[in-house]
C-alpha cells in the first residue's frame, strides 16, 4: 500500500527504545490491583505525553486568546495554530492550507457530507463499507437520503476481516458521486489498499474520502501518493488531545458549498472551521507530531524523521502482534478475528473468550491491571457480521509505549478466565 512506510526506511534502532519512550506518558505510573496499568486501549484513544500536556497548559495559562486581532496573545495563538497545521501537513504530506481543524472526526464528516452532497441528486450514488467505523458511514447516508442519492455498501469477509474487493469493483459506475473507505479497521485492524481504491473511483470519475483514524497511528500518511480528496484522522490516537483533522485537497476545499456565517473566511481552510476553534486541542495536536518526530532523533526534515520513527514503530507493532495473536491462539477457549499476522494489519487485535461475555473479560482483565475495550466500537457492522451483535468483542491494542511483558500479562489474565 503506497501510504505505508516503505522498507527501506532506516532501522529500528534509530529510534528511542521502548524504556525511553515510556518516561514520557505520566500515565504509565498509574497502578490498578497492585500492578502498574498496562494500556491496551489505544485504538480508542492513546495515553498524552508529559511534553504534549505542557503544551497545552503553556497556551491556556500565557496565550490564551481569540484569532485575528492586533495584541500580542492574539498574534501568538494566529502562531501557533499557522504552527499546528503545518506539523500536521508533515504528518499527512500536505499543505497547511490543506489541513481543517474541527471537534472530532464524527462531526467533521457530518459537516463534509453535507457540503459535498449538495449537487447530488436522484440517481446519483455513494459507496460505504461494512469494514468501516460508523462515523465513515452514517454521514453518508443522510447526505444521501437528503438528496435522494442511492447508497451502496461493500460487503467484508468475515472469514478473513478484509474487503471484498471484487464487490467494490462492481459496485462503482458512471452515477458514483464518492467512495468512503477505511484506511485501518478499528475493530479488526485490516489495512485496506487505499491507494488501489482511489483508482479504481477515479476511473469512475468519484471522490474518495479516506477514515485513516485507526491508520495514522500505525503507519505514515501521505495523502499525495494515496491521491485522495478527503483524509480524516484524529490526534487523541497518536497522543494527542481530543480533536479532528481533515485533509482536503486545496481544489476542493475552495469549491465545496461548505455552510459558513457571511462574515467568516471563505478562503480553505478556514471556510470549512466554522465558530471559534479548540486553540489548547490545536497546539497540542502540533506537539504530538512533534514527538513523534522527536523519537527519531535530530537530523533531516519533520516528515524524514517521522519516517523514520514510523518504520521503527512499526517494526515493533508486528512484533508485539505476532507475539499476542501466537498467546491467545494457544488458548482453547479463545477465537481470535481479523487477519492474520503478515497480512496488511496494524497491532490491534480483537477476540472472544467462549462463554465468558466481552465486559466480563475487560472487567477481569482490568482488575489485573491491563485495560482493554469491550462492545462493538462503533464498527457496528463488522461485529454483527461476525455474529456478536448482543455481546461484542474484546479489543487490544499496541501503542509505542506497550513492551512484551504487557503482552504477556494479557495473556496470562485471558488464561486465568
Not at 478484509?162 to 479497521?185: D, K, V
Not at 495514522?216 to 480528496?229: K, Q, T
Request: overall charge neutral; aromatic content about 6%.
Amino acid at each position: 500500500m503506497s501510504s505505508v512506510v516503505p522498507a527501506a526506511a532506516p532501522p529500528e534502532r534509530d529510534v528511542l527504545s521502548v524504556g525511553e519512550i515510556r518516561r514520557a506518558f505520566p500515565a504509565l505510573e498509574r497502578r490498578e490491583g497492585g500492578q502498574p496499568v498496562a494500556y491496551f486501549d489505544g485504538p480508542g484513544g492513546t495515553q498524552v505525553p508529559g511534553g504534549v500536556a505542557d503544551t497545552v497548559r503553556d497556551y491556556l495559562l500565557h496565550h490564551n486568546a481569540n484569532t485575528h486581532w492586533v495584541y500580542a496573545t492574539s498574534a501568538e495563538t494566529d502562531a501557533a495554530i499557522a504552527a499546528a497545521r503545518s506539523a500536521m501537513a508533515d504528518l499527512l504530506n500536505a499543505a497547511p492550507d490543506e489541513i481543517v481543524f474541527g471537534a472530532n472526526m464524527t462531526t467533521l464528516t457530518f459537516h463534509l457530507a453535507r457540503a459535498v452532497a449538495s449537487g447530488w441528486g436522484p440517481g446519483d450514488e455513494v459507496i460505504v463499507t461494512e469494514l468501516d467505523h460508523h462515523a465513515n458511514v452514517a454521514p453518508w447516508r443522510r447526505a444521501a437520503r437528503e438528496r435522494g442519492a442511492v447508497v451502496r455498501t461493500i460487503p467484508m469477509n468475515p472469514a478473513t476481516g478484509e474487503l471484498n474487493w471484487p464487490a467494490l469493483e462492481r459496485s462503482l459506475g458512471p452515477r458514483t458521486r464518492l467512495l468512503a473507505i477505511g484506511a485501518a479497521s478499528n475493530a479488526l485492524g485490516t489495512i485496506s489498499d487505499v491507494a488501489h481504491a482511489r483508482e479504481l473511483a477515479r476511473e469512475a470519475g468519484a471522490l474518495t474520502f479516506v477514515d485513516a483514524v485507526h491508520f495514522a497511528p500505525h503507519e505514515l500518511v501521505d495523502v499525495r501518493a494515496l491521491g485522495c480528496d478527503f483524509l480524516a484522522c484524529s490526534p487523541y490516537k497518536f497522543y494527542g488531545p481530543h480533536l479532528g483533522v481533515l485533509y482536503g485537497r486545496r481544489d476542493r476545499l475552495r469549491t465545496i458549498d461548505a455552510p459558513k456565517l457571511e462574515p467568516a473566511p471563505d478562503t480553505p481552510p478556514e471556510r470549512l472551521e466554522s465558530g471559534t476553534l479548540n486553540h489548547e486541542g490545536i497546539t497540542g495536536a502540533g506537539a504530538a507530531v512533534d514527538f513523534l518526530a522527536a523519537l527519531a532523533g535530530p537530523g533531516g526534515s519533520r516528515r524524514d524523521r517521522l519516517a523514520r520513527t514510523y518504520a521503527a514503530l512499526h517494526a515493533r507493532g508486528e512484533t508485539l502482534l505476532r507475539q499476542m495473536w501466537d498467546g491467545l491462539a494457544r488458548l482453547e477457549k479463545v477465537r481470535l478475528y481479523g487477519p492474520q499476522p503478515g497480512r496488511p494489519r496494524t497491532p490491534t487485535l480483537s477476540f472472544t473468550v467462549r462463554d465468558v461475555p466481552s465486559r466480563v473479560v475487560a472487567e477481569r482483565l482490568a482488575e489485573r491491571g491491563v485495560f482493554v475495550s469491550n462492545g462493538d466500537f462503533y464498527a457496528t457492522t463488522v461485529v454483527e457480521r461476525l455474529g456478536h451483535a448482543r455481546d461484542g468483542l474484546v479489543r487490544a491494542g499496541c501503542a509505542c509505549y506497550t513492551t512484551a511483558d504487557e503482552v504477556e500479562r494479557l495473556i496470562a489474565g485471558v488464561a486465568a478466565l
